[in-house]
């Protein structure tokens, strides 16, 4: 039982660049969320999905798209880099039972 | 005002001894209260819920104080292996399960 796999782990990106971060979960969670953590701001949600084909905004969503196609699978695409968007990225799901579940980062450096 | 406040520390506590944290919140009708734990480049992971009644867990004491607004963690005996970053973690949006951080507390255990 894997949890929830995020790939890749590392990333350095060019500014301009886009890319996916991938999120899977074999849990059959309903509830799916992306955060980023930087220094001295604590995690702050990106965006979350209540369900396959349901995603929502979090409290900073400017410059990431997702999508929620299964219930398995929850990408997030930075559209274009920006210096700003250098952080640590963490994908999660929840259950009453056990909480949240993180993956275990993507460390995204962008220049 | 932060809407979860914790006191980023580093705390630096030698081996055997009792060491606190609060964390404050600013929303009154927050319903869930939890504690998470970081290790360094890691994810976070459940330590322990908090519960009106207080919870404990061996070492670990949680505490909740709704009407001052404050949870709090106790770490009695601490070991080498507590040193970590101690998230509080609330859920400030009654009916959906997104959570907001504080930026945590590091620990550090001396031997």
């Known amino acids: 039982n894997a949890g929830v796999t995020q790939t890749p782990k590392f990333q350095v990106l060019k500014t301009g660049q886009s890319m996916t971060l991938q999120c899977a979960q074999d849990?059959?969670?309903?509830?799916m969320s992306w955060y980023r953590q930087d220094p001295g701001m604590g995690l702050r949600l990106i965006h979350y999905s209540v369900g396959a084909g349901i995603t929502d905004q979090g409290e900073v969503p400017n410059g990431y798209n997702v999508s929620r196609s299964t219930t398995e699978d929850f990408p997030l695409r930075l559209l274009s880099a920006a210096p700003s968007q250098t952080s640590v990225y963490f994908c999660?799901?929840?259950?009453?039972?056990?909480?949240?579940?993180f993956g275990s980062g993507t460390r995204l450096t962008v220049v | 005002r932060k809407e979860v406040e914790q006191d980023p520390g580093p705390f630096n506590v030698p081996e055997g001894a009792t060491v606190a944290f609060n964390c404050t919140y600013s929303?009154?009708?927050?319903?869930?209260f939890f504690w998470y734990r970081q290790d360094c480049r890691k994810e976070p992971k459940l330590l322990m819920s908090v519960y009106s009644s207080g919870n404990e867990d061996g070492r670990f004491t949680a505490q909740l104080n709704r009407a001052s607004q404050y949870i709090s963690l106790l770490i009695r005996d601490s070991k080498l292996s507590d040193s970590a970053t101690y998230l509080c973690?609330?859920?400030?949006?009654?009916?959906?399960?997104?959570?907001?951080f504080g930026t945590g507390t590091r620990l550090t255990i001396i031997p």
């Open positions: 999660a799901t929840v259950d009453s039972i056990y909480g949240y579940t």
């Open positions: 849990m059959n969670h309903e509830y």
């Open positions: 973690v609330v859920n400030m949006d009654f009916g959906n399960e997104k959570l907001t």
């Open positions: 929303n009154s009708a927050s319903q869930s």
